[in-house]
Structures are given as C-alpha cells and as structure tokens.
C-alpha cells in the first residue's frame, strides 16, 4: 500500500477533476464527442470519477468522510453535465455553440418588382387590348425606309437631319419613332388593322428634366372602311379618362406630321392642374402611307396615334424628372 495522501491536495484534485469534466461536456456537440467524454470521465472500470473514487482507500480514516461528500457532489455534477451534454447532442440545431438560433427572428428577403415603366407598360397593353386592340413589334435598329420612307418622310425632309437621329453604318439607324410598327405591320396583313406598338426609341436630345435621347413610345393604328377622326379622338378620351382619371381633359391641337392628314398634337390637362401637358401626336392616316404598303385609300381610312410613355408614366405617379426613371435607384423604384 502507498503511504497516506494529505487531504488537502485530495480535495483540490476532485476540484480539478469537476472542472475539466464540466468543460469537456460543455465542448461535446455531437453525440459520438459526448460518449467519448462519458468514458473519460464516468466510464465504469477507466474512467477518471471511477480512479478517484479507488482514492478513497488511501486516505486516512478521519479522511475519508470529507472526502467521501465532495467526491459524491463531483459525480453528481458530471452526470447531470453529461445528461445536458446528450440532450444538446440530440437536438443540434439548438446548440448554442453552433451558433445558429433558429427561433431568432430571420431576415426577410428583398424582392424586387417591376419598373414603373414596365408597370405602365402592361397596363397599357391591358386597357388598349380592352378597345380591341392587339400587341405589335418591331426592331430598335431599323432601316430608312420603314423609319422615313414609308411614311411619307422624302431624303430632304428636316425630320431627317443626321443631327437629329443615330444612323449607323449600312443605311440602318436607332428608330426615332414606334411608326415604324405601323409600316411593319401593314406590309404582313391587309385591313382591318387595329394594333399598338410599345417600344424604346432614339434621338439625340440633351437629357434634361423632361429629355432623354431614349424614351419609350405607344403608337396606335386603326384601318377599316369608314374609320373617322371623330373615333380617333373618342378613342383618345376614353383611353385618358381610363388612364389618368375621369376629370382629365383632352386638346387637340391642328399640327403636321408627314404620314397622317388632317394631324393633330394631343395635349391632356388635369382637373387642378395649371397647363396643358403634350403626349403625342396623331392624325388620320396619309394616303400616300397606304400607296406605300399596297393598302388602297379609296378602300380604307385609319387614323394613328404615338404617346409618350414617360410623359403618361410621370403625370399618372406625379414625378417630376425623366431620369429618376433611369437611374434604378431602388429608394425611388420602391415607390411604385
Ligand atoms: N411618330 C410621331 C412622333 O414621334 C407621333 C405620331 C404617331 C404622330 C402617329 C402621328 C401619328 O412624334
């Protein structure tokens, strides 16, 4: 037998015993760490509480008593760590040193939406196709003739100014106007005709608050026997009133525009408002536009129109520079 252990040193070494315990199940995250730790420590035949318990019979008999009591709370407290320890284990995604805690509130994603303009895209496409009319497309890079030519645009008419449109090489340009589309279609189907054309469109203005070298169109075109300028105009308020609010006004106001005759500038104006505001222009269709498509005039009438997108977009929401609506900044698009 070893000679007899002072107390002291015992005890201190339960103390130390408890603590490495403790830590060690505290560390354990997975089930397999946990039981290994259960056989360090409380294993029946190795384990470290099991080789402490063995000191007992080396102490000297007044001792042993002291000893005995600290020994029992030092277990008791390394069964209940392992209990915790396993109850962790079991449930991982609570573990706290994983650092993951699933009943903390999450973050909410971000979704985007569609762009103003997009917006005011479609709902045109919904209340024009509510009057019958069909969806139209054309190409952004376009050639001369379905740009001027076709519509009654001739080489030295101003409209035509290298200054005032992107030509690019190969006789092809950016289209300067969705009337573009009226050709187009004309050319693939013969009458009736009754289309909008919604696109972007090109023209080396200076940007300003109300200026952008592109902006987007809505042109409309009707062909049949018998259409008048009183439908044009019918066509136009309905459209206003359904669009922008039913004490909106609208002006017509006698202008020229290659491709239609009689043609007019159409003004709208806002009950409250201060002025007259221009979103486009439109006319009765030339007859010189049907020779060029092979329509026959003395068959068919039409008239055509072409709106601002950005003009209808900014008066329908109130915003007051063109090129918020560029510039995707995401403080101005959640407004919409
Ligand atoms: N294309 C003309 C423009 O861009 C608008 C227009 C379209 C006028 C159709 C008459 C008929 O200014």
Not at 207 to 216: E, K
Not at 218 to 226: F, Q, T
Not at 319 to 326: C, E, F, P, V
Request: aromatic share 8%.
């Amino acid at each position: 037998m070893s000679p007899p252990e002072p107390l002291a040193s015992a005890l201190a070494d339960l103390d130390a015993l408890e603590a490495s315990g403790l830590a060690a199940f505290r560390q354990a995250e997975t089930a397999e760490a946990v039981e290994g730790v259960r056989i360090e420590f409380l294993g029946q035949k190795q384990g470290r509480v099991r080789a402490a318990q063995e000191r007992l019979k080396v102490l000297e008999p007044p001792d042993k008593r002291p000893y005995g009591q600290r020994f029992n709370t030092v277990k008791q407290a390394l069964e209940a760590a392992w209990d915790a320890a396993r109850a962790r284990a079991e449930r991982p995604d609570r573990a706290p040193s994983r650092g993951i805690d699933v009943t903390l509130p999450g973050h909410r994603p971000k979704l985007g939406h569609r762009h103003p303009l997009t917006q005011t895209a479609d709902e045109l496409v919904d209340l024009f196709g509510r009057f019958g009319f069909a969806v139209a497309r054309g190409p952004e890079v376009e050639d001369v003739r379905h740009n001027f030519e076709a519509l009654n645009i001739p080489p030295s008419h101003p409209a035509r100014d290298p200054l005032d449109n992107f030509y690019l090489p190969g006789g092809m340009m950016l289209r300067s106007q969705t009337s573009t589309v009226q050709i187009r279609v004309m050319e693939r189907q013969p009458p009736p005709v009754r289309v909008i054309a919604i696109g972007r469109v090109y023209r080396p203005d200076t940007v300003d608050a109300t200026h952008s070298f592109m902006f987007h169109q809505i042109e409309g075109l009707m062909v049949d026997r018998g259409v008048t300028m009183a439908d044009l105009k019918t066509l136009l308020r309905l459209f206003a009133q359904s669009y922008l609010g039913h004490d909106v006004k609208v002006r017509f106001r006698p202008s020229f525009f290659p491709f239609t005759e009689p043609s007019v500038e159409v003004d709208m104006h806002w009950h409250g408002g201060d002025r007259w505001v221009e979103m486009g222009g439109a006319g009765m269709v030339d007859p010189n536009v049907f020779r060029a498509v092979g329509y026959n005039p003395d068959e068919v009438t039409g008239f055509a129109f072409g709106l601002g997108i950005e003009r209808l977009c900014m008066r329908r929401h109130g915003i007051d520079d063109i090129r918020l609506l560029y510039q995707n900044d995401t403080r101005f698009l959640a407004q919409f």
